[in-house]
Nanobody, 116 residues
Framework: QVQLVESGGGLVQAGGSLRLSCLAS????????MGWYRQAPGLQRELVAT???????IYTDSVKGRFTILRDNAKNTMYLQMKSLTPQDTAVYYC??????????WGQGTQVTVSS
């Protein structure tokens, strides 16, 4: 079982950009689909994007064209590049193995706050 730690969150103004990182405790090369998820205040956790071992990606409609999910197997790291951020993107962002969705594997996440 691979442990994942998120980082890179922070405070950004609307229209700005951030890159989130998800560092794994071991190799991710053999892992299948990984994903980014987020939970906004008062709302349930939702899927943001997934990427499989071949690099195929899926995005939720609200982030298409603005977010890019990447994985670097050599660094055992997955990334979420976010641009054109809006206050609606404010949430705690989590990375996880998609097979764990929605029950298991959740860490502390990283807070993204987008100001108006």
């Amino acid at each position: 079982q691979v442990q994942l730690v998120e980082s890179g969150g922070g405070l950004v103004q609307a229209g700005g950009s951030l890159r989130l990182s998800c560092l794994a405790s071991g190799s991710i090369a053999a892992l299948d689909t990984m994903g980014w998820y987020r939970q906004a205040p008062g709302l349930q956790r939702e899927l943001v994007a997934t990427i499989d071992r071949d690099g195929k990606t899926i995005y939720t409609d609200s982030v298409k064209g603005r977010f890019t999910i990447l994985r670097d197997n050599a660094k055992n790291t997955m990334y979420l590049q976010m641009k054109s951020l809006t206050p609606q993107d404010t949430a705690v962002y989590y990375c996880n193995l998609h097979r764990n969705w929605p029950w298991a594997g959740w860490g502390q996440g990283t807070q993204v706050t987008v100001s108006s």
